[in-house]
């Protein structure tokens, strides 16, 4: 049982436009919701989170949007550059024992900029 | 600072083998993590940790075991490999109260 889900495995978008990337998720315990980004070879690095009691945030290009009621956050990127190329991992978090804070990660996005 | 470091990169394991793939961290961070990630697949919890002597296991668990006997060294174990272990795999670490968890370079592993 999957509890987060990105839908689309590649999303392809010409440089200097939006990216839109989306993330759906099942576990109503999430209080915490992250993006990492992923070059092959390499470990995946954050990128920019939420909280659960917020429905926005901002960081620069990216943006992030979380709709509670609908299980839903979308990063979005803008403008796309050709260096933003890669894997987009949602990722989801729940406090658990001892406060160590489990991530559970969907199967990621690969997004490729097109110059 | 190196942050988060991983051996070895590669390898190549026959069925029935054992290995140790090595984690160690320079953040003195408490929290440490074992993922694998399949083709095509989110990143699995494995094992983790919240601080020397203490491991507790995640959502794939079977096949594995871990030690922290230190802040900076977590290791995990594998003891009888089988080709459902061919993964890559990443150690994390993060910090108190910390939702970010910062990545090794991962080991590319391969049971045949």
């Known amino acids: 049982d999957q509890q987060v889900k990105q839908n689309s495995p590649s999303l392809s978008v010409q440089e200097g436009r939006i990216s839109i990337l989306n993330c759906d998720y099942t576990?109503?315990?999430?209080?915490?919701f992250l993006w990492y980004k992923k070059y092959p070879a390499e470990g995946p690095t954050f990128l920019i989170s939420?909280?659960?009691?917020?429905d926005k945030n901002e960081d620069g290009r990216f943006t992030v949007f979380l709709n509670k009621s609908a299980k839903h956050l979308s990063l979005h990127i803008v403008p796309s550059q050709p260096g933003d190329s890669a894997v987009y991992f949602c990722?989801?978090?729940?406090?658990?024992?001892?406060?160590?804070?489990?991530?559970?990660f969907g199967s990621g996005t690969q997004l490729t900029v097109l110059p | 600072n190196a942050g988060v470091t991983q051996t070895p990169k590669f390898r190549i394991l026959k069925i029935g083998q054992s290995m140790t793939l090595q984690c160690t961290q320079d953040?003195?961070?408490?929290?440490m993590y074992w993922y694998r990630q399949d083709p095509g697949m989110g990143l699995k919890l494995i094992y983790y940790?919240?601080?020397?002597?203490?491991?507790d296991k995640g959502e794939v668990p079977n096949g594995y075991n871990v030690s922290r006997s230190t802040t900076e060294d977590f290791p995990l174990r594998l003891e009888l490999a089988a080709p459902s272990q061919t993964s890559v795999y990443f150690c994390?670490?993060?910090?108190?109260?910390?939702?970010?968890?910062?990545f090794g370079p991962g080991t590319r592993l391969t049971v045949t």
């Open positions: 990722a989801a978090s729940r406090t658990s024992s001892g406060s160590a804070r489990q991530l559970t």
């Open positions: 576990n109503s315990m999430f209080d915490y």
């Open positions: 939420i909280s659960s009691i917020k």
């Open positions: 953040m003195n961070h408490n929290y």
């Open positions: 940790s919240v601080g020397a002597g203490i491991t």
């Open positions: 994390a670490a993060s910090g108190a109260g910390s939702y970010e968890q910062y």
